[in-house]
């Protein structure tokens, strides 16, 4: 997600993932949380937090929620595998 307002001189971003981690005979119920942050053209704050599934997918969504309602723009990113054949 992405923010900026020129006249107040911000240009700010907010990356959000929520990753699964796969056991040994499937899914399994533990989750981390990468969250990266800052102004852009620099590498911004990095954090990975473990936690159960269910519990990152909650804050995943009630973060870029409040991201949102602040005015952040949420980025679409084409995955390559949908553009080919």
Known sequence: MTWSDTRKN???FYVAQCLQRK???GESNQAFEY???GRMGVDGVKSL???AYDSAIKKFKKVTRAKQSKGYTAIKIANIEDQVG
């Open 23 to 25: 056991g040994k005979t």
């Open 35 to 37: 969250v990266r942050y």
């Open 49 to 51: 937090c473990g936690m």
């Open 10 to 12: 911000h240009n700010k």
